[in-house]
Nanobody
Framework: QVQLVESGGGLVQPGESLRLSCAAS????????MAWYRQVPGKERELVAE???????NYANSVTGRFTISRDNAKRTVYLQMSSLKLEDTGVYYC?????????????WGQGTQVTVSS
């Protein structure tokens, strides 16, 4: 059984920074794409940033230049460094990983961590 555990959410003021972490555990051979998504009430979950196994990163237009995604394959962990946070960055952030076990590839989600940006 594989599991993703997120940490790092919280309440911050506009302009401040936060770093989210998401670590995978279980019978994992390798990890393809790692990503962060964001969801607010009444809206669909949207991609914030993703990073490939070759460390090519893509960002939503709304966070480009402010957020940085990175990965540590040895630790099976993905990070999201969020800077210059805005009110509209508020939401539940979910990590996603495409994990390769011995027998199959699994698309796996974390439980979500709340990020609130408020003055």
């Amino acid at each position: 059984q594989v599991q993703l555990v997120e940490s790092g959410g919280g309440l911050v003021q506009p302009g401040e920074s936060l770093r989210l972490s998401c670590a995978a555990s279980g019978s994992i051979v390798s990890i393809n794409t790692m990503a962060w998504y964001r969801q607010v009430p009444g809206k669909e979950r949207e991609l914030v940033a993703e990073i490939s196994i070759s460390e090519n990163a893509n960002y939503a237009n709304s966070v480009t230049g402010r957020f940085t995604i990175s990965r540590d394959n040895a630790k099976r962990t993905v990070y999201l460094q969020m800077s210059s946070l805005k009110l509209e960055d508020t939401g539940v952030y979910y990590c996603f990983m495409q994990l390769n076990s011995i027998f199959r590839t699994l698309n796996t989600w974390g439980q979500g961590t709340q990020v609130t940006v408020s003055s």
